[in-house]
């Protein structure tokens, strides 16, 4: 996480309006100059204590760090949006370097929730956000009619086969944590949409998507042009998994036909469905002679170790290794004595080297992935932290992403055999490949459809089409639509169970995970060309290989310094984001999956 807000120390300098200019004069491409100047030394000192802040509040949720960190946040998105309404006054000033005109829209662009500069505005919209971030922090669902913490649900929901069970947690965490939601959302909305308005976009959503070196419009359509080349091969598995599930369940819980129930998909949000590869699993390639949770802990792992392990990978490439304050200060397990945010996230705190993450991490396989997945993050924080203040990001949202998970692609057997966790005549033959494809598949595939609607469903509420009176039956809806499911229980207006998903009320835009799964095989398709790797992509490990490291590297230290095409294009040699390296990286399994699928409906 990183809050890209302006000094404390700078407040009245900000506040202040810009400097008068006569009325036969016009600002110049030097003012705007020294605007970004004063910006960036700004942002950088006011964002350490806002990221502390934040921090605490996460890492220890009391009605006094709520106070706290909403106040923080008020302040900090009163200043954004003074910036990014300065920012706009020099847009059109003649002779700017291209430097000062990419900066200035990077302020102009860089809220991801704003205010207007009405009295109070900004306060009421943090003290939203950040309850409805407490509240889901604080849920609590029910199992066998006690109650269960949002963590624990998750790994409950992962193992569970009981569908009365699975139909309770799920219906009681999206009760409990999302209705109260509501209201709080709807005003949310008015609130920011009003400071959208204010700087020249047409609401929050379109805001999001003109982060992307292209227009609104044009990024839409993207995202819709990518979905089309990955969507066969959603369809074939969920066709596959559906009659699967109507195996085991029968027509009562799962019919051969229509949407799949969502509780029975091993995930609170139906998002990836990996933990039921158990019941999908194909006949004799389906066992791959291992599982990466219970190797772990057969070997005596804890969450510190696998920490460790993860470092280990990043290290192996030729990353420094995370600095002493990182295990000092990092949130690795859920501590026993307070609320606490669980949902892992990365965090740069100073913007040079005091990374952390913050985790509630437990010995099983996707934890294992998960902490691969958030040191990803961190490197890339540590990678950019010479750059300019406004450039020390991701080439875009996406590529943060992306980055830890192309890292965690290479899980692979061997890697496995390398780090001493899984014994080398216990590497999986040729013949379990389709296990090995189908088992990455039930989370990679799975997610695609998730990955876009979440955003495709607030790109509506933000721009009137989804009213408040509708948001339960459009969400269910989408998630119809693009994922084929539907909620176990019957759900009305009375409902709001996209706040039963973290990134709602935390409002954290969500295309940048889509995308991230897209980028992640383009990375790990050209990690692998790299290395020189001639077996099946999906067996690859560059673990190890320098070379790959330090191209990687010259591609993270550009940060946002350019247009994301071209940072693209370092590692990768192209300039155009595309779903077809996953499509590729699938290919045996598609046609695996769509001979099983004969004499079994597709669609819904």
């Not at 933990?275 to 792992?301: C, E, M, S």
């Amino acid at each position: 996480m990183r809050l890209a807000l302006p000094s404390m120390t700078a407040l009245a300098l900000l506040l202040a309006p810009l400097p008068a200019i006569a009325a036969d004069s016009a600002p110049t491409a030097a003012d705007a100059d020294a605007f970004i100047a004063k910006a960036e030394k700004a942002g950088a000192d006011f964002s350490v204590d806002a990221n502390r802040i934040q921090w605490v509040n996460a890492t220890f949720i009391t009605d006094d760090t709520d106070i706290l960190a909403a106040k923080n946040a008020a302040e900090g998105t009163l200043l954004s949006v003074r910036y990014a309404e300065k920012a706009a006054k020099y847009q059109n000033v003649a002779g700017l370097s291209k430097d000062t005109k990419r900066k200035l829209d990077l302020l102009r662009n860089g809220i991801t929730l704003p205010a207007p500069t009405t009295p109070g505005a900004a306060d009421e919209l943090a003290t939203i956000v950040t309850r409805m971030s407490s509240q889901y922090g604080k849920g609590m669902g029910t199992l066998d009619g006690k109650p269960i913490n949002g963590s624990d649900i998750e790994a409950a929901m992962g193992t569970t086969r009981d569908p009365a069970k699975l139909k309770e947690m799920w219906t009681s965490w999206h009760d409990n944590v999302g209705a109260q939601m509501r209201g709080d959302y709807a005003r949310m909305v008015e609130i920011s949409d009003k400071g959208a308005t204010d700087l020249g976009y047409a609401d929050v959503g379109a805001m999001w998507r003109a982060g992307y070196d292209m227009s609104p419009d044009d990024f839409a359509k993207l995202t819709d042009t990518l979905w089309k080349q990955v969507e066969p091969l959603y369809q074939s598995l969920h066709a596959y998994v559906r009659w699967k599930l109507n195996e085991k369940y029968g027509d009562a819980v799962q019919p051969k036909t229509g949407p799949i129930r969502a509780d029975l998909l091993g995930n609170m949000w139906a998002q990836e469905w990996g933990n039921i590869y158990d019941i999908v699993a194909p006949k004799g390639a389906g066992d791959l002679g291992y599982d990466t949770g219970a190797l772990l802990q057969a070997k005596g792992y804890d969450p510190l170790k696998m920490v460790k392990t993860a470092e280990g990978f990043y290290s192996s490439l030729g990353f420094k290794p995370l600095p002493d304050t990182f295990w000092a200060r990092s949130q690795i397990t859920k501590p026993r004595d307070r609320d606490v945010i669980c949902h892992a996230s990365a965090w740069d705190i100073d913007n040079k080297d005091d990374v952390r993450v913050k985790a509630c991490l437990k010995i099983n396989a996707d934890d294992f992935v998960t902490i691969h997945h958030e040191l990803g993050h961190n490197y890339y924080q540590r990678a950019y932290k010479d750059q300019p203040f406004l450039y020390e990001n991701g080439a875009n949202d996406g590529f943060h992403e992306a980055i830890g998970d192309f890292i965690a692609l290479s899980i692979t057997p061997q890697y496995l055999v390398d780090i001493g966790l899984l014994d080398k005549d216990k590497v999986p033959s040729a013949d379990k490949d389709i296990g090995l494809l189908l088992r990455q598949a039930m989370d990679k595939v799975a997610f695609l459809p998730f990955g876009l609607l979440i955003d495709k469903w607030r790109w509506g509420v933000f721009s009137g089409a989804i009213k408040p009176d509708h948001y339960e039956a459009a969400w269910n809806d989408l998630r119809r639509q693009y994922q084929g499911i539907v909620p176990p229980v019957a759900r009305d207006e009375t409902r709001f169970d996209p706040g039963a998903k973290y990134h709602i009320p935390a409002s954290v835009p969500y295309t940048r995970y889509f995308l991230a799964r897209l980028y992640q095989f383009q990375f790990y398709q050209a990690a692998c060309k790299q290395a020189g790797w001639k077996g099946p992509l999906h067996r690859c490990s560059f673990y190890g290989n320098k070379a790959v490291g330090e191209k990687l590297n010259a591609m993270l230290s550009l940060g946002q310094s350019q247009p994301w095409p071209q940072t693209l294009k370092v590692f990768t040699g192209t300039d155009q984001i595309t779903g077809q390296a996953l499509v590729d990286y699938f290919a045996p399994l598609k046609k695996w999956l769509d001979q099983q699928n004969k004499g079994h409906p597709t669609g819904w």
